[in-house]
């Protein structure tokens, strides 16, 4: 099982970036998938994540300017990011609880950098 994180990049002040992340391999079902981030210098927080039915959790400072969604049919989550700060330049990764045919575990993806200029 691998996920592959895609769209990020550097963006202006007030711009926008939508982050994908697609699991693959020998998938019986995906549970709850997120986000994180991860600054220079910081731990790495949750900034959102999604249960299989689409009820969205977010950490208070994206909330009204992040949107977490999914597609179930393609294993894959998106983060539509607005509004963005200079503080939400971080590396961010997905993250996706699966279950194989043989056990479950949370799976990481390679990360995809987000900077936002001032």
């Known amino acids: 099982v691998q996920l592959q994180a895609s769209g990020g990049g550097l963006v202006q002040a007030g711009g926008s970036l939508r982050l994908s992340c697609a699991a693959s391999?020998?998938?019986?079902?995906?549970?709850?998938m997120g986000w994180y981030r991860q600054a220079p210098g910081k731990q790495r927080e949750m900034v959102a994540t999604?249960?299989?039915?689409?009820?969205?959790n977010y950490v208070d400072s994206v909330k009204g300017r992040f949107t977490i969604s999914r597609d179930n049919t393609k294993n894959t989550v998106y983060l539509q990011m607005n509004s963005l700060k200079p503080e939400d330049t971080a590396v961010y990764y997905c993250?996706?609880?699966?279950?194989?045919?043989?056990?479950?575990?949370?799976?990481w993806g390679q990360g995809t950098e987000v900077t936002v200029s001032s």
């Open positions: 993250k996706a609880y699966i279950l194989t045919t043989a056990y479950s575990n949370d799976y």
């Open positions: 391999g020998i998938i019986f079902s995906v549970g709850v």
């Open positions: 999604i249960t299989s039915q689409g009820s969205a």
